[in-house]
């Protein structure tokens, strides 16, 4: 069957398309969902009492990884966090959920009456998703700024820097948590006498795991999580994605998190610390936490792993029944042995495997390609769109100093839409620090960047990008490990969002026109280099620019191919009816494909005109051509 | 007044030892990229050091050499297992990998020694004071800060005069450019790693004759002290971290005796509080560091 298309099958919706991104996945997780439960009673009906426990425990701890997968996966942004966020529902749950006459006994005196409150177990539920997400939204402000500022390095701080707080607390507050070695404990109505809450709750975080990963905002959030430098470029704000993965994030581990409460039917600081962080972590990563279907299995491989350890560590070889001497490794069948194991699981997999054993394959991504027949033939792009409005981007008067090197001195350019403008100089002459103003990347000390007359200095560069001026990276910024496809769609989907008044053309027309077809399922980070470029106008293309800003769009290729570009620039030009401003190096592909082309020398421009005058002209011929013009 | 100064000494005692803590930390960060959650188990593995050392009857005047050459050789030895094979690896990796080694190192203490807590007599003259006017001040704090004055000052020369110094600095500056002017990475990462075991193993001995007792995660609450500072001074910045160090050290001991005795005990989390409302306001921490990213 073939992908639905069309202009009506551009729609800026929550799913780009509905088959692959909703029912794929909801069958998919739905298999995983039973072979997981299946293995789950299979594994109790030979093991009895401790083995039912360990199933419980093993599916309360892969709701909670799956909530942490939920941001992390998707941001890439690392969160020892989540378990902290977990204390606090913990205890929200537990607070609210256990009888008064019971809460007297521990914590007669918790402030604010809390004493008296009786909710029930699923009011509980519900108070502790919503004090944790309040949390979290305030965390989430931090961690966008500071994140914005230093990168992720500084929010994992602030992840850890809450931990410690919830854990702070948690231990020095005893009228509301009953301390540190009291704690809570309490019966609501007896532990959880059925497993119906947490099959459906695993359900629930796989289902919403997965969707999230599959929409829109889980899209651009992965493309900040690739290169955050390149979404921003693309239109794409990961300030914003982030703060939703977060927030559905922590309503998922708030869910987990009352479970495991409810189900170990007591609470002590210890609980959601160092230990449990690890433990969930270790699951995450172990089975690849960019794919919900790792993350499950991730949950599995260390359950099996560590059960197997901490028997190991009392029984040695026994376990097996393999009546194996083991003495000779008595030395390591200790107690706490499984601790050991998780701290060299983790390590080993970051030294050895950093991606975890699946990376980020995904059970009903394989079920669909499997099932899903594929286009054999490129699509055909359909005529150019005529879309006459016009538009001019004038820069003028730009300067930038860095500490005392002045990098452009009142330089500037003007283009309208239709024309193809070419920046020479050479290195060092201020061309990529153009670009890099312009598109709100380096601020510019003085001057004025107009786009059909609108002040664009001090923009943002998301903001930038949305009003029309998208670029590509001399130094190949792609969003490495998401397919060409994939590259493109995610760009097409901020298009989509801005301008769904004009027909944004479809992401396999687009991958076609840039002669990527063959190409179209391999990951962006396996592509060569001239690959690696067509991509990058690509992925700009489409973003449904006004002007695509094209930062030396042939360095590394050959003649051949350097030629090949002028027609490629052109076609994806006219596809999304974008001007173009290019920078290069290589003469022949400038003159080859510009209306007119600027020389910058030092940070000023030094001529102007079009390519025959340009190539008269003496200035130019002394500063850029040099000698070694041949 | 008085109290005011008293509180002064106290945080400046106080936040020597997070100066040198968060210094090992930011001297690591320079050149790796790397923020260490390991670094406190450089204090682990001395404490261990010191609490069988002190149970045969050494003194602290031995002891003292011993637990900074211990930390210099477990941060040597940390950096050739683990963080050697992850060089030049994602933000994400590295900072799993100084986790995973955090958590080796405790069980490993967990399975061959105990989970339970080992007491080691702290020299005698820790509790002492001395009056000046009408201050007492503790002879700890004034030996910690006039050692952390010297070892700050043999630092910065090492730091500015050397040509190690200077390879330190192009590293942290520009790391590929430093390489390609000839600078032996090996040489500048593990220099970095020995400093930074330098530092951790005097602000070790000074935090252990405190507190006279080891676990598996005794270093827990060092490395985040030393983590938190070098990130409220700026990551990446030298003076930044040994400003954080004092500055997180005021902030305690100054909130600590502010607030009322009800939630005193909380001081821990009014202070991670702090820390979280100057993220907001002030992201990239007192001191920025220019970051250049080439696009």
């Known amino acids: 069957m073939a992908e639905p298309r069309g202009p009506n099958a551009a729609h800026a919706g929550m799913f780009p398309n509905l088959r692959r991104d909703v029912a794929f996945p909801i069958v998919g997780v739905g298999l995983l969902f039973g072979v997981f439960v299946a293995v789950g009673l299979l594994y109790q009906s030979s093991f009895g009492g401790a083995g039912e426990r360990l199933v419980t425990t093993a599916m309360i701890n892969a709701i909670i990884v799956l909530g942490i997968q939920i941001y992390v996966g998707n941001t890439g942004v690392l969160s020892f966090g989540h378990i902290g966020f977990g204390a606090i529902a913990g205890y929200t749950f537990a607070i609210f959920a256990i009888a008064p006459a019971e809460k007297i006994k521990r914590i007669p005196d918790a402030p604010l009456g809390l004493t008296d409150v009786d909710m029930g177990s699923w009011g509980a539920v519900g ?123 922590v309503a998922v581990v708030s869910v987990g998190a009352s479970l495991k409460v409810y189900e170990t039917g007591s609470l002590l600081p210890e609980d959601f610390f160092f230990f449990f962080t690890l433990l969930t972590l270790t699951m995450l990563i172990v089975g690849g936490r960019n794919s919900v279907t790792g993350a499950l299995f991730g949950v599995a491989v260390i359950t099996v792993g ?111 839409s239709g024309e193809v403008v070419g920046i020479i100089g050479p290195n060092g002459a201020g061309k990529t620090t153009m670009l890099n103003v312009i598109t709100g990347l380096v601020p510019a000390t003085s001057g004025q960047v107009r786009l059909n007359g609108k002040e664009l200095i001090g923009t943002p560069s998301h903001e930038v990008a949305r009003a029309g001026l998208v670029r590509t990276f001399q130094n190949l910024r792609l969003f490495g490990s998401l397919t060409v496809r994939e590259n493109v769609e995610v760009t097409r989907l901020v298009a989509i969002a801005e301008h769904d008044d004009r027909s944004t053309p479809e992401t396999d027309v687009l991958v076609a026109a ?57 076609t994806m030009a006219a596809l999304v009816s974008a001007g173009v401003v ?49 | 007044m008085t109290e005011l100064l008293q509180n002064l000494i106290d945080g400046l005692g106080r936040g020597s030892i997070y100066a040198l803590l968060a210094l090992g930390v930011a001297v690591i960060f320079g050149v790796m990229h ?83 807590v080992k007491t080691f007599s702290e020299p005698g003259w820790v509790a002492n004071t001395f009056p000046i006017g009408s201050l007492n001040i503790e002879v700890y704090d004034a030996v910690v800060i006039g050692v952390t004055l010297v070892t700050l000052l043999a630092t910065s020369w090492l730091i500015q005069r050397t040509m190690f110094g200077l390879a330190l600095r192009a590293a942290a500056a520009d790391f590929d450019t430093a390489r390609l002017m000839g600078v032996r990475s090996d040489t500048v990462i593990r220099g970095a790693f020995a400093l930074s075991g330098l530092l951790a193993g005097i602000a070790g001995v000074f935090w252990l004759m405190r507190s006279g007792h080891t676990t598996p995660t005794v270093g827990i609450t060092p490395m985040l002290k030393g983590v938190l500072a070098a990130l409220i001074g700026g990551l990446g910045s030298l003076r930044g971290a040994v400003l954080g160090g004092i500055v997180l050290g005021l902030a305690e001991v100054l909130l600590r005796s502010r607030l009322p005795d009800s939630v005193a005990s909380l001081t821990e989390g009014f202070v991670f509080l702090m820390i979280a409302l100057l993220f907001i306001f002030r992201p990239q921490g007192l001191i920025r560091v220019a970051h250049a990213e080439r696009v």
């Open chain 1, 306 to 416: 560590r059960e197997l350890a901490r028997r190991m560590g009392q029984d040695g070889f026994e376990v097996f029944g393999l009546g194996l001497d083991s003495e000779p490794l008595d030395w390591i069948f200790r107690e706490n042995l499984q601790t050991v194991f998780l701290g060299v699981a983790m390590l080993g997999f970051m030294i050895w495997r950093p991606k975890g054993l699946l990376s980020d394959w995904e059970f009903d991504d394989w079920l669909y390609r499997r099932f899903t027949r594929t286009q054999s033939a490129p699509p055909v792009p359909q005529a150019t769109m005529s879309d006459e409005s016009e538009a001019r981007l004038e820069v003028s008067d730009v300067s930038v100093v860095f500490g005392g090197f002045q990098a452009l001195s009142q330089s500037g350019f003007e283009v309208s």
């Open chain 2, 34 to 116: 790397l923020l260490n959650f390991a670094h406190g188990e450089l204090i682990t593995v001395s404490g261990y050091v010191a609490f069988w050392t002190i149970s045969e009857g050494w003194s602290w005047y031995l002891v003292t050499p011993v637990i900074i050459g211990t930390a210099i050789v477990t941060s040597l030895v940390i950096e050739r297992v683990a963080f050697s094979r992850v060089r030049g690896s994602s933000d994400f990796t590295l900072l799993l990998t100084s986790f995973g080694v955090h958590f080796v190192v405790s069980a490993i203490f967990l399975l061959y020694v105990s989970a339970s």
């Open chain 1, 127 to 249: 108070v502790a998703i919503a004090v944790t997400v309040v949390v979290a939204v305030f965390v989430g402000i931090g961690l966008a700024r500071s994140g914005a500022e230093s990168g992720a390095v500084a929010a994992t701080v602030i992840t850890l820097a809450l931990l410690f707080v919830t854990h702070e607390v948690a231990r020095h507050w005893p009228e509301l948590t009953g301390g540190e070695r009291a704690g809570l404990s309490f019966r609501i109505g007896g532990k959880l006498d059925t497993r119906v809450p947490i099959y459906l709750a695993l359900a629930g975080a796989l289902v919403l795991a997965r969707l999230f990963a599959q929409s829109r905002r889980g899209r651009l959030a992965k493309a900040g999580r690739e290169d955050d430098l390149a979404a921003r470029a693309m239109g794409v704000n990961p300030m914003v994605q982030q703060m939703i993965a977060l927030l559905t994030s």
């Open chain 1, 582 to 630: 290019v920078i290069d190096h290589d003469l022949d592909f400038i003159i080859g494909i510009c209306d007119r082309i600027y020389c910058l020398d030092r940070g000023s421009v030094i001529a102007s005109g079009t390519p025959v005058e340009i190539q008269a002209d003496p200035a130019v011929q002394a500063a850029y051509l040099g000698s070694s013009a041949t």
């Open chain 1, 514 to 570: 840039a002669g990527l077809w063959d190409h179209r399922d391999r990951r962006a980070s396996e592509l060569d280099y001239g690959n690696s470029r067509r991509l990058e106008l690509a992925r700009a293309s489409a973003a449904r620019p006004l002007f695509l800003l094209l930062d030396e769009p042939t360095s590394g290729m050959s003649d051949t191919e350097s030629l090949a570009m002028v027609e490629q620039v052109q």
